[in-house]
């Protein structure tokens, strides 16, 4: 089987977490890394064994061996770090989410689409495989119609004003970088909502520290989701269907879920990942490179511009503006 040549764009967490997850797929080879400086190339090559070690996204960009990058930067610069790889010539999977608003996210998806190349947000969770069990449960009415969910992202970390989770120029707060997963889970299950009503508290940089969303649907449905980064709540996913219930721990990278049926019957599946859940949408990708498509089933481009529209929305009704907006 043809072997998918990936590149990494940046150094950092993530990126680190990503080559880990990479290690474990047989037919994907890490063939070259790109940072904006070279010892942080030469110094995340060394930890993960990859060749090519280029001191600049540019020349990542360029490196005629690969095939795809993964783009795993602050949020304020996927918009740029997309197009310069696609205008590369380069296939992109790009860290959630997605851009910093809507506009970003569809002038990428269009140049993606005008230059036939494969773009996807990297919304891993969609991809584990307690997530395909999920979706086939859902979809042969397993609990019934979907009535209620309810899932949280909130952690407590410490307030550091120059840090990305804070700073604005850095696209800092809870609801960008970690209540997309709530948002992203309730959409892939429920769709899109027809209101929304939420509660937001904006600390000393401005940025969303905690937020309370609830989703209503036409059909009498709800959703009740939240994210924090200064307040610690159970990652915790409910799914609640006219017979029964889904509950998912620590549900972004869920390797567990209990079905419990009206009756009482419960039953919990264990979903081992390979080796640290974010293997799944790199496989994912290979299939279909290989097949030749330019965008997933799972995780559709449309959908991702339509979550950061709904997350647009919100940031409004609460006065959120990044510095890069301005
Ligand atoms: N999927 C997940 O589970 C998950 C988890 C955490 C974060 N994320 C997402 O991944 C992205 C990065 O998060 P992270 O926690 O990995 O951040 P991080 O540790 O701060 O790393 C970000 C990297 O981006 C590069 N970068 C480019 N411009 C930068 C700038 N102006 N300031 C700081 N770094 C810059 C740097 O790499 P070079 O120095 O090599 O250029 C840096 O190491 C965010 O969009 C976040 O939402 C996803």
């Known amino acids: 089987m043809q072997k998918i040549r990936w590149g990494i764009l940046s150094t950092g967490f993530i990126a680190g977490q990503f080559a880990r997850g990479l290690s474990v797929i047989a037919d ?14 030469d110094a995340f ?3 993960f064994n990859i060749p090519k070690r280029h001191a600049s996204y540019e020349a990542l960009a360029h490196d005629p061996e690969v095939d795809v990058i993964y783009i795993g930067t602050p949020h304020p ?23 910093i608003n809507a506009h970003q996210a569809r002038e990428v998806v269009a140049l993606a689409r005008e230059k036939n ?18 979706r086939a449960w859902l979809a042969e009415g397993k609990i019934g119609a979907v009535q209620m969910i309810k899932a949280d992202f909130c952690f407590r970390t410490d307030f550091d004003a120059q840090h990305r989770l804070f700073n604005p120029d850095l696209g800092g707060g809870a609801l960008l970088d970690v209540g997309i997963y709530p948002i992203s889970l309730t959409a892939m299950i429920l769709g899109l909502p027809q209101t929304i ?8 940089t401005g940025v969303d520290e905690q937020n309370a969303l609830l989703f209503g649907y036409s059909n009498g449905a709800a959703a009740l989701l939240s994210s924090a980064v200064r307040t610690q709540l159970p990652y915790d996913a409910l799914i609640v269907g006219e017979n029964g219930h889904l509950y998912i721990p620590d ?32 496989i994912a990708i290979g299939d279909y490179l290989r097949a ?10 449309d959908e991702t511009i339509a979550l950061m529209q709904l997350m647009d929305s919100i940031r409004a ?10």
């Open 45 to 47: 090559g060394a930890e």
């Open 117 to 134: 190349l494969f773009l996807m947000e990297a919304m891993w969770t969609r991809f584990l495989p307690v997530m395909a069990q999920v």
């Open 292 to 301: 030749g498509k330019q965008e997933s089933d799972i995780m559709p481009l």
């Open 317 to 326: 009704e609460w006065g959120l503006v990044y510095p890069v907006e301005k």
């Open 28 to 41: 994907a080879e890490l063939v070259a890394v790109g940072s904006r400086t070279q010892a942080s190339a």
């Open 251 to 282: 549900f972004f990278k869920a390797e567990r879920v209990t079905l419990t049926l009206a009756g009482g019957n419960v039953q919990t599946f264990e979903f081992p990942h390979k080796k640290n859940g974010y293997e799944y949408q790199a």
């Open 77 to 99: 610069m996927h918009h740029e770090n997309i197009t310069l790889c696609l205008n590369a010539g380069k296939h992109v999977l790009c860290e959630k989410p997605f851009t």
């Open 197 to 204: 009503q939420s509660h937001v508290h904006l600390g000393a």
